[in-house]
Nanobody, 126 residues
Framework: QVQLVESGGGLVQAGDSLRLSCAASGRLISSYTIGWFRQAPGKEREFVAARTWSGDSINYADSVKGRFTISRDNAKNTVYLQMNSLTPSDTAVYYC???????????????????WGQGTQVTVSS
């Protein structure tokens, strides 16, 4: 079993930065891939970024490449999503997820992730 707790959301202006945190706990967490997804009002949930715990495999959605960075702090069992140059289109509830389904592949499919955090709201004003 894996537990995930997100934090760091908030209200920012366009062009600002924000860092989301995902504190992960559970057995063998280092064998898991951690992903971030988001869901805007009236829209389907979409992939944002994912990385294996080792960092051997990292993927980003095209819409965030070059602006967002996913990283982890091994000592704190925490994965971060650094978000720069935010735009109103980044407004959404952001979810941290975990899976050990594909081992060394940072899957981008939400259906591969059985563990989800409660979500944190990110609002970017224009």
């Amino acid at each position: 079993q894996v537990q995930l707790v997100e934090s760091g959301g908030g209200l920012v202006q366009a062009g600002d930065s924000l860092r989301l945190s995902c504190a992960a706990s559970g057995r063998l967490i280092s064998s898991y891939t951690i992903g971030w997804f988001r869901q805007a009002p009236g829209k389907e949930r979409e992939f944002v970024a994912a990385r294996t715990w080792s960092g051997d495999s990292i993927n980003y959605a095209d819409s965030v490449k070059g602006r967002f960075t996913i990283s982890r702090d091994n000592a704190k069992n925490t994965v971060y999503l650094q978000m720069n140059s935010l735009t109103p289109s980044d407004t959404a509830v952001y979810y941290c997820t975990a899976t050990n389904k594909w081992g060394t592949i940072a899957t981008m499919s939400q259906y591969d992730y059985p563990y989800w955090g409660q979500g944190t709201q990110v609002t970017v004003s224009s």
